[in-house]
C-alpha cells in the first residue's frame, strides 16, 4: 500500500493554540487555501480511495481534491476522528490549567497514561485509529494509493507506531501538507513528509 495521509487546513482555533478535537469546527480563510494548493500538490496522483475523518474541517479539505476525482466517493470513517478532549476543548494551556490545575499537571507528566478532564484517553485513541487502518489495510489486495485525510493527533499516533523511537511531540504534520508512506510485509518506508 502506498498511503498519502493529509493533514486538514488551518482553523481558527488551531491559530489560537486551542485544543479542539471534538468540535466540528469549520477551515478558516487560510485553510481553504491550503485545501486548494494541496489539491494542486496532489493532482499527478490517481487514488483508489479516499479515507475522510467524519469532522467537517477534514471535509473541507476534501473538497477541492474529490473535485480533482469525480468517480472516487470517499469513505467517511469517524474512528479516523481527532482524540476528544472533554472538559478542555476549546480552551488553551492557560485556561485549562486554571480550570482543572491537578488534572492538568498530571496530564503533562503522564500524556499517553492520563485522559484529559472526562476526555478520551490516548491509549483508547490510538487503539481505534490502529484498528481502523488496520481494515483497511487488510482489505488492500491491489497495492493501492490510498488518501487518509485525518488530524495531527491521528497521524502522529500511527506514525508513532510504525517509529516508536521517534519523539512523538516532535512530530508535527503541517495543517495542508502531505506526507506518503510506503507499507508492505516488510515494514512502513516514510518516503514524502510535509509536502
Not at 7 to 17: D, I, K, P, V, Y
Not at 134 to 161: E, F, K, M, P, W
Not at 171 to 182: E, K, P, Q, W
Request: aromatic residues 12%; contains cysteine; glycine residues 8%.
Amino acid at each position: 500500500m502506498k498511503l498519502f495521509v493529509l493533514r486538514h487546513g488551518e482553523t481558527l482555533l488551531n491559530r489560537q493554540r486551542k485544543f479542539y478535537g471534538s468540535l466540528n469546527v469549520s477551515l478558516d480563510k487560510k485553510g481553504f487555501q491550503q485545501a486548494d494548493e494541496v489539491a494542486k500538490k496532489l493532482t499527478p496522483y490517481t487514488f483508489s480511495r479516499i479515507i475522510i475523518s467524519d469532522m467537517l474541517r477534514t471535509k473541507q479539505t476534501a473538497v477541492p481534491i474529490l473535485n480533482q476525482n469525480p468517480t472516487i466517493h470517499p469513505i467517511i470513517d469517524a474512528r479516523f476522528n481527532e482524540m476528544g478532549f472533554g472538559d478542555w476543548e476549546g480552551l488553551n494551556a492557560n485556561e485549562i490549567q486554571a480550570l482543572d490545575p491537578i488534572g492538568w499537571q498530571k496530564w503533562l507528566n503522564e500524556p499517553f497514561k492520563v485522559a484529559p478532564g472526562n476526555g478520551e484517553g490516548y491509549i483508547c485513541f490510538k487503539h481505534r485509529v490502529l484498528e481502523a487502518f488496520q481494515d483497511y489495510y487488510q482489505d488492500d489486495r491491489t497495492g493501492c494509493q490510498t488518501l487518509l485525510i485525518a488530524h495531527l493527533g491521528v497521524l502522529r499516533a500511527l506514525h508513532h507506531v510504525w517509529f516508536p523511537n521517534l519523539n512523538y511531540w516532535n512530530t508535527n504534520f503541517l495543517a495542508g501538507d502531505y506526507s506518503v508512506y510506503t507499507i508492505n510485509n516488510e515494514g512502513v518506508q516514510l518516503t514524502s513528509y510535509n509536502v
